[in-house]
Nanobody, 125 residues
Framework: QLQASGGGLVQAGGSLRLSCAVSGRSFSTYNVGWFRQAPGKEREFVVALRWNSGTTYYADFVKGRFAISRDKTKNTVYLQMNSLEPEDTAVYYC????????????????????WGQGTQVTVSS
């Protein structure tokens, strides 16, 4: 139901925009998160978005380099990544958390029950 795309190979300092499209269900029933997982490491929270309000929550390491946005007409969430570093190399996943009652946005991957297949981002030095 969630389809992530847009990954690729980019040089350090470059940019990529990832997309997450949903089918069969509206994003209005989710909080949407982006996570990433590098080889040998645990899945790491990047950013979350509350679809209806646009409220966002970023991981500290983003440092203003990444930005999440949404296009309601396309039912798609984007992750714009700028000033990429080799340390950003990972498989990036979008995920959905249907617990809209949650007071804040979660950074815990266990709170997200819907996951896309992931898209590989490789940043060369």
């Amino acid at each position: 139901q969630l389809q992530a795309s847009g990954g690729g190979l980019v040089q350090a300092g470059g940019s990529l925009r990832l997309s997450c499209a949903v089918s069969g269900r509206s994003f209005s029933t989710y909080n949407v998160g982006w996570f990433r997982q590098a080889p040998g490491k645990e899945r790491e929270f990047v950013v979350a978005l509350r679809w209806n309000s646009g409220t966002t929550y970023y991981a500290d390491f983003v440092k203003g380099r990444f930005a999440i946005s949404r296009d309601k007409t396309k039912n798609t969430v984007y992750l714009q990544m700028n000033s990429l570093e080799p340390e950003d190399t990972a498989v990036y996943y979008c995920a959905g958390d249907s617990a809209l009652w949650r007071v804040g946005l979660s950074k815990n991957p266990q709170d997200y029950e819907y996951w896309g297949q992931g898209t590989q981002v490789t940043v060369s030095s």
